[in-house]
């Protein structure tokens, strides 16, 4: 998220600029030794550069973490972050994952977290995560905006 922008701002102001949380997932990939296609993929979809009509349809139908890593014997199903807020959305498509991924001993499902530039990222797994989304002290909390269908949109800070 560009640092300038805020949660408040609208879906097309956050999705105006440059995705800090992307570009430091390439950084930190590029840094590690990793190549794109071949010890990992780009497979999220993002909303800077898809314009495909009826976009909300397939981020509901499809199951697509926004990488996957290969590496030291493991698939890394990654959700990238660079911010606290967790959408249920994303909180819930992690878990997908990580259920459909439960008998394979070589697969990881979570969230790489960028919390600034200068930092190193923070991995959160998908068990991680279920243990923040079920505590009672971190609130759910709702963006101004609504979802193509017209829900709130739940997300949680995470205490990270």
């Known amino acids: 998220m560009d640092a300038k922008n805020?949660?408040?701002?609208?879906?097309?102001?956050?999705?105006?600029?440059?995705?800090?949380?992307?570009?430091?997932?390439?950084?930190?990939?590029?840094?590690?030794?990793?190549?794109?296609?071949i010890d990992y993929l780009r497979t999220g979809t993002d909303p800077k550069t898809n314009k495909l009509d009826l976009f909300w349809f397939a981020t509901k139908i499809l199951l697509l973490p926004d990488y996957i890593l290969v590496t030291k014997g493991f698939i890394f199903f990654i959700e990238v972050k660079g911010t606290k807020r967790l959408k249920e959305s994303d909180y819930f498509k992690i878990q997908e994952m990580a259920y459909k991924g439960k008998r394979y001993k070589q697969v990881k499902v979570?969230?790489?977290?960028?919390?600034?530039?200068?930092?190193?990222?923070?991995?959160?797994?998908?068990?991680?995560?279920?243990?923040?989304?079920?505590?009672?002290?971190?609130?759910i909390q709702y963006y101004p905006e609504k979802d193509f269908e017209g829900n709130l949109k739940a997300y949680k800070i995470l205490p990270i």
């Open 6 to 37: 805020k949660y408040t701002d609208s879906y097309a102001e956050r999705n105006s600029g440059p995705d800090m949380a992307d570009e430091l997932m390439l950084k930190h990939l590029d840094s590690n030794g990793f190549k794109e296609n």
């Open 110 to 139: 979570g969230l790489m977290f960028f919390t600034n530039p200068k930092s190193e990222p923070v991995w959160l797994d998908h068990k991680k995560l279920k243990d923040m989304w079920f505590d009672d002290t971190i609130p």
